[in-house]
């Protein structure tokens, strides 16, 4: 029976991997905070360890001794300035130890989850070969851009890691980053879709090719995980036909969306509560960039979801959960 460790076991991605590392058979090895719920996670066969991601001893303790896989999942997210510094700690020094961990315990493989982030959200096709674009400074891409730079240092030493780069990511577990868009819709609270497009991605298609990098993966390569190009009015509209609920059929002006998102982040510095839209997320949406997924299609047999699908996967798991209630 293989044996995995997982970081970020209780998160979207994470409980996704559980679920089809368990459903294939695999031992695994749960890592959490200590005050994250559970609840989810003890749905699964795994064995739950406690653990900071930064705090090297403390992982390494957890992590069990030539582990055939080290999934990375554990992130920081944040898209608000207020939490940049804990996210550098949790996204750049987490990453290192978890790292250092998997190499002092001899982990057969590491396989490291980024974002297309990395990549920019400007305009035009993007691939594993196009520049990595993201600002200098704190920031989600940045960020995760300098834990990439930590991956790729160690593959380079000869640690067999490899990073996959997932798009937007939809699909079950999912209770605060797209899911959002579903729940917005449901209450009536939607102030506006955005004028931008991405590309999209199912999170049990990812967790299913962060399973095939163990084996098909080539060490210190990126991987882009995407395959749905749509414009958020789109998405929006299938949403609408999921939910019964009306929509609006335009995007607002990108100029608007700024202005809306400047003006609520001044807010913030008066409430304290984090706004719903930043300028972090602001540019995010606006962009225009779409993604391809060939080499993993390729190399690690990646099989892209159709944006209904997965939407439909999100909302039903919404709903099962009792997330959409009034």
Same mark, same amino acid.
């Given at each position: 029976?293989p044996?995995?460790?997982v970081t970020?076991a209780t998160?979207?991605l994470?409980?996704? !991997?559980v679920?089809?590392? +368990? ?9 959490? @905070?200590?005050?994250?719920d559970? &609840?989810?996670?003890? $749905?699964?066969?795994?064995r739950?360890?406690v653990?900071? /991601?930064?705090?090297r001893a403390?992982?390494?303790?957890a ?15 944040a898209?608000?300035?207020?939490r940049?510094a804990?996210?550098? $700690? ?6 290192? +130890?978890? !790292?250092?961990?998997?190499r ?10 980024s974002t ?14 196009s ?6 400074g704190?920031?989600?891409g940045p960020s995760?851009?300098?834990?990439e730079a930590?991956?790729k240092?160690?593959?380079g ?5 490899v ?6 990511? /939809?699909g @079950? ?7 959002r868009?579903? %729940? ?8 506006g879709v955005?004028?931008?497009a991405?590309s ?11 399973i &095939?990098?163990?084996? $098909?993966? $080539? ?10 190009d749509a414009?958020f009015?789109e998405v929006? @509209? /299938?949403?609408?036909? !999921? ?24 807010i913030?510095? /008066?409430?304290?509560?984090?706004p ?14 779409r993604?391809?997924s060939a080499?993993?299609?390729? %190399?690690?047999?990646?099989q892209?979801?159709?944006? %209904? ?7 039903r798991?919404m709903?099962d959960?009792? !997330?959409?209630? &009034?």
């Amino acid at each position: 029976m293989p044996l995995a460790f997982v970081t970020g076991a209780t998160g979207f991605l994470g409980l996704n !991997l559980v679920e089809r590392l +368990a459903a294939g058979g695999w031992e695994i090895v749960a890592l959490h @905070r200590a005050g994250s719920d559970t &609840a989810r996670l003890a $749905r699964f066969p795994a064995r739950r360890a406690v653990g900071d /991601i930064a705090d090297r001893a403390a992982v390494e303790a957890a992590m069990p001794e030539g582990a055939d896989a080290a999934f990375h999942c554990a992130a920081n997210t944040a898209m608000w300035s207020r939490r940049y510094a804990q996210q550098w $700690r949790d996204n750049v020094e987490g990453t290192k +130890a978890v !790292l250092a961990a998997a190499r002092a315990r001899g982990a057969k493989r590491f396989v490291h989850v980024s974002t297309i982030g990395v990549y920019g959200h400007g305009h035009g096709l993007i691939t594993e070969d196009s520049p990595q674009v993201a600002p200098v400074g704190l920031g989600y891409g940045p960020s995760k851009a300098a834990a990439e730079a930590a991956v790729k240092t160690a593959a380079g030493e000869g640690f067999p890691a490899v990073i996959v780069n997932p798009g937007h990511m /939809i699909g @079950r577990y999912d209770t605060r980053n797209w899911a959002r868009m579903i %729940e917005m819709t449901v209450k009536g609270t939607i102030p506006g879709v955005p004028p931008g497009a991405g590309s999209f991605c199912h999170a049990t298609a990812v967790a299913d090719a962060m399973i &095939a990098a163990v084996v $098909r993966g $080539r060490p210190g390569q990126n991987y882009l995980l995407a395959g749905a190009d749509a414009s958020f009015v789109e998405v929006f @509209r /299938i949403i609408g036909r !999921l939910t019964g609920r009306g929509v609006p059929k335009r995007a607002m002006p990108a100029a608007a969306l700024r202005l809306y998102a400047r003006l609520l982040t001044g807010i913030a510095a /008066i409430t304290g509560r984090e706004p719903q839209i930043t300028p972090a997320i602001a540019d995010v949406v606006t962009g225009q960039a779409r993604f391809s997924s060939a080499r993993a299609i390729r %190399e690690l047999g990646y099989q892209p979801v159709s944006l %209904e699908a997965m939407l439909e996967d999100s909302y039903r798991w919404m709903n099962d959960e009792g !997330l959409l209630a &009034a």
